[in-house]
C-alpha cells in the first residue's frame, strides 16, 4: 500500500521554527517529484514547493521562498519542509504529495492526511 505520513505539526509562535517530516512507504521517494501543499480554513489549496526527484529544480511559493526549505533522506524514504521565520499568514494544513513522475507534473501519485501548523502567539 503506498502511503505519505506526514508529522512535525504544532503551534508556534511568530518568528519561529518547525520542520515537517514525509515518511513515504511502499515506494521509494527518491524516483518522484515531491510537492508540499497547505489549505487554510476558508482558503484555496495552495503549493508551496514542488522539487523534481533529483533535486536539480525546485520552485517555491513567493510567499515562502528564503524562510522555507525542502530536502530528502532517500535512506529514511523521507522529504522534509525546513519552515523559519513563521508568520500568522502560514497556519494551515500542510500536505506532501508524491507525483507520478520525476518532475512535478501535478498527476498525484500519493497525498499524506496532512498535518497542522499553526503561528499564533
Known sequence: QLQLVESGGGLVQPGGSLRLSCAASGFSLERYAIGWFRQAPGKEREGVVCTTSNGGSTKYADSVK??????????????YLQMNSLKSEDTAVYYCEADNYWYCS???KVRGQGTQVT???
Open 66 to 79: 528564503d524562510r522555507f526549505t525542502i530536502s530528502r533522506d532517500n535512506a529514511k524514504n523521507t522529504v
Open 119 to 121: 503561528v499564533s502567539s
Open 106 to 108: 501535478g498527476s498525484v
